[in-house]
């Protein structure tokens, strides 16, 4: 028993909150750009799965000013082995799985 068991009166045989299975999670994945804007994928993780193991994920973007297509979003996803991650998610790691800084743009991956 730790300390801090014996002042909240928490139960040590008390068994933790079960963990969501991963066809409960959502996979998100947020691009943060220089200035400042951010554009945010949630997919389940059945759909992220599917997607991730026939290399059928790809990211694009309609700029609202301009009309233009941002492709450094789909480009930071190209070099990721998103199967790797995959598999990670199905044997049960969660919160956050990547973050990477790449000439600016920051791109977090985790699950909720």
């Given at each position: 028993m730790t300390i801090d068991q014996l002042l909240t009166g928490e139960d040590p045989a008390a068994p933790a909150a079960p963990a969501k299975k991963p066809e409960e999670l959502i996979v998100r994945m947020a691009f943060t750009e220089e200035d400042g804007s951010r554009i945010c994928c949630n997919l389940p993780f059945t759909v992220f799965r599917l997607t991730a193991l026939h290399g059928m994920l790809t990211i694009t973007y309609n700029s609202p000013e301009n009309g233009e297509i941002d492709m450094n979003a789909a480009a930071k996803l190209k070099g990721l082995d998103?199967?790797?991650?995959?598999?990670?998610i199905e044997s049960g790691v969660t919160g956050k799985l990547l973050e990477m800084d790449d000439d600016g743009t920051k791109l977090t991956i985790w699950t909720e």
């Open positions: 998103l199967r790797t991650i995959s598999q990670m």
